[in-house]
């Protein structure tokens, strides 16, 4: 059964850190990313790691979140540091069963597994 399971959401005050997890079962996945979705707004793309391991980051983000892939644990994961209100959102784990090559954000009709999400909430 394909299924990718987030976890590590929470709620943290601005200038807080968390660490995100999606573990992956059923397939091998070398293509992943995160996306978030806040309320009323559309899914946008936070990072990505490509079959390669190169990372990609939304510009909002960079400098302050990390994502990284165990392949043995097929799990991927995403450091958030410096948290701000903007961060406020619900965090999906995407995967494409196949590769992918290039560090950039992929649009979210290119992956797909999704997972359930993870809710982060930044006071300010």
């Known amino acids: 059964q394909v299924q990718l399971v987030e976890s590590g959401g929470g709620s943290v005050q601005a200038g807080g850190s968390l660490r995100l997890s999606c573990a992956g079962s059923g397939f091998t996945y070398t293509c992943m990313a995160w996306f978030r979705q806040a309320p009323g707004k559309e899914r946008e793309g936070v990072a990505a790691?490509?079959?390669?391991?190169?990372?990609s980051y939304a510009d909002s983000v960079k400098g302050r979140f990390t994502i990284s892939k165990d392949n043995a644990k097929n799990t991927l994961y995403l450091e958030m540091n410096s948290l701000n209100a903007e961060d406020t959102a619900m965090y999906y784990c995407?995967?494409?069963?196949?590769?992918?090559?290039?560090?950039?954000?992929?649009?979210?009709?290119?992956?797909?597994?999704w997972g359930q999400g993870t809710q982060v909430n930044v006071s300010s």
């Open positions: 995407a995967a494409e069963g196949g590769y992918c090559y290039g560090a950039f954000l992929r649009p979210v009709r290119e992956y797909t597994y």
């Open positions: 790691i490509d079959s390669d391991g190169r990372p």
